[in-house]
């Protein structure tokens, strides 16, 4: 005689410590499995594109700082490149290559956030979170030197950065790289090779590749499964051109690849940011007020553009009406279009696994509800 | 093998748990006799003799001394610095701020001969309880006369508390950060150790001289 049991709906969230911010997941478990998944957000929801509508375009800059909040300077950095785009600005070189160091070490915190807090969600109650936030910390560090901030930065303006970096800055960079990749390979001795990781992750919330780009997923999730998408390589933004790089491709597409793939993009983030130092030159780290005024008046017309951000494409459209303010601002907020996949990933798995799958996507609920 | 990665995984969590501890204590540190000595400024057997009751709180492990945060000289502090005599009351920091938090009233003050005519500030207050620290203000102004502190221990009760008025920012001690003031760091300016007395060593330029001064209000006229 089979056990007949009943469908049961739990209510996950919105103040869960393991949703990542206040998300909230009416999920229907029949036993252990899941059945139904419905993903409620917008607890976080504070207006970021309509503020946006009447704020200067420099003064947008803080407001993307605190759409994704483990990322800042990836949102800058989007941002500042569609404001160029929309008002024709020729950025300059040093300015360039400062914000793509300090984006590259950005990617490198966001990357070590999202692999902790999902060894957090498997169980591994502190010990990997800590050691992930104790390297984040060196970089935030590393962030207060160059801007005077940790986390809400602001510290890309049109054309360039506000200010260059100190003296001091670049001895403790190098120091950081150091740290940076001692911290990587420590954190793959001892979880790369875990048994309960494997037995936890692999296999789980597999997704088919044509799924992926139907629903037009990018970043770490995409290249999980094996498509060699990466905007860096496909469509360089600021001087990607000009330095090398790997991309980290995995066939799996469980949570496992993605994982292994966010680890591994911190190497070459090193990598990229060892390249900078090399190649950036003297100068002026933006353009004098008389090439970009404080008050950009872009003349009539939208902007696009997208940068490879530390959870896929992140893009900025703006519509200008020729006026100090742009008419409009779109965010392609990349955490959210990732999200959309969660029913394809949660139903049919176990409840055990669903926290794990929920952080291998590695949102942050600030950029999904803006 | 099955359990390898698990004793490697160990091998790296006690290595971590032999290295010296990252914590930074705040805003007290617990210090022994040793310690607590050295912060009076006297040798362990002298702090026995003339501060019995504290050598026993410190042997007992209960003395603490104040601990200063590790700060970058460009740290966008919890408060401002404000050299009064620097400000035309020109308003473009109201007038930049994303959030529009400062208020700034000024009435036409005196007529100079040799500066022409000066607006007096009758009210300058940033409510930094809405503030976001994006230094933007401090950004725009053209005369280096606001500038970000760098405190950060400024929490109240009361939220109206946390206007900081034009009084307030007058009597502070001017600790300004280096946040988009290169000469300060050219000129090696650590915030944490001086204070900035006279308000030409504040500005961008080199303060002119006496000869400059006359030169160009005096003979040229």
């Known amino acids: ?349 176990q409840f055990g696994d669903l926290f794990v799958t929920f952080g291998s996507v590695d949102l942050n609920m600030g950029e999904v509800d803006r | 093998m099955i359990g390898l990665g698990l004793s490697r995984g160990f091998a790296v969590t006690l290595k971590n748990f032999l290295r010296p501890a990252v914590t930074e204590q705040y805003p007290d540190r617990h210090v022994g006799l040793i310690g607590a000595a050295k912060a009076a400024g006297m040798n362990p057997f002298q702090f026995l003799v003339k501060k019995p009751t504290d050598s026993l709180k410190a042997i007992a492990g209960l003395a603490t001394v104040p601990v200063a945060v590790k700060q970058s000289p460009r740290f966008r502090g919890n408060e401002f610095t404000f050299f009064e005599d620097r400000c035309t009351a020109c308003a473009s920091c109201a007038k930049y701020c994303p959030l529009g938090i400062i208020e700034i009233v000024s009435v036409p003050g005196k007529i100079d001969a040799q500066e022409g005519e000066s607006y007096k500030l009758e009210v300058f207050d940033i409510d930094i309880g809405r503030c976001m620290f994006c230094g933007l203000c401090v950004e725009a102004c053209p005369y280096d006369a606001l500038h970000m502190g760098t405190g950060f221990e400024r929490s109240k009760y009361v939220r109206d508390e946390l206007i900081i008025t034009k009084e307030e920012l007058f009597d502070a001690p001017k600790r300004p950060s280096s946040f988009y003031r290169p000469q300060f760091e050219e000129n090696g300016f650590d915030p944490f150790k001086e204070t900035i007395d006279d308000h030409h060593d504040a500005g961008r330029h080199e303060r002119p001289s006496d000869e400059d001064l006359k030169r160009k209000w005096v003979d040229e006229r």
């Open chain 1, 1 to 349: 005689m089979a056990i007949k049991t009943q469908p049961v709906t739990v209510n996950l969230g919105p103040q869960h410590p393991s949703t990542h911010g206040v998300f909230r997941m009416r999920v229907m478990f029949d036993g252990e499995e899941i059945v139904d998944v419905e993903p409620v957000f917008g607890y976080l929801h504070r207006g970021s594109e309509k503020l946006a509508e009447e704020r200067t375009y420099t003064q947008i800059v803080t407001l993307t700082d605190r759409m994704d909040y483990v990322s800042s300077m990836l949102n800058n950095q989007a941002y500042i490149l569609a404001v160029e785009k929309l008002a024709g600005i020729e950025p300059s070189p040093r300015g360039v290559w400062l914000r793509m160091i300090a984006s590259e070490l950005q990617r490198i915190a966001s990357h070590l956030v999202a692999t902790g807090f999902l060894l957090q969600d498997l169980g591994a109650l502190g010990t990997p979170l800590i050691y992930a936030m104790r390297e984040r910390e060196n970089i935030l560090d590393l962030f207060e030197m160059l801007c005077g901030a940790r986390i809400t930065n602001s510290y890309l303006r049109p054309g360039g950065v506000f200010m260059d970096a100190p003296a001091e800055f670049w001895p403790a960079l190098d120091r950081g790289l150091g740290d940076i990749l001692n911290t990587v390979d420590e954190l793959e001795t001892y979880l790369s090779g875990n048994e309960i990781v494997f037995s936890r992750t692999k296999g789980t919330a597999v997704l088919p590749k044509e799924l992926l780009i139907n629903a037009s997923i990018t970043g770490p999730m995409l290249r999980a499964s094996g498509v060699d998408w990466d905007l860096r390589h496909r469509a360089p933004y600021d001087y990607y051109d000009r330095v090398s790089f790997d991309r980290i491709l995995h066939t799996a597409s469980d949570n496992y690849a993605r994982y292994w793939v966010r680890v591994q993009e911190t190497r070459e983030s090193v990598k990229i940011i060892r390249q900078c130092i090399e190649q950036i030159e003297p100068g002026d780290v933006r353009p004098s007020f008389d090439e970009v005024p404080r008050l950009i008046r872009p003349p009539v017309g939208d902007a696009y553009a997208a940068i490879e951000g530390s959870k896929g494409e992140l893009g900025f459209y703006l519509v200008s009406d020729g006026s100090i303010a742009p008419y409009r601002m779109h965010v392609r907020a990349s955490s959210l279009i990732n999200l959309t996949l969660l029913r394809d990933m949660l139903i049919g798995g």
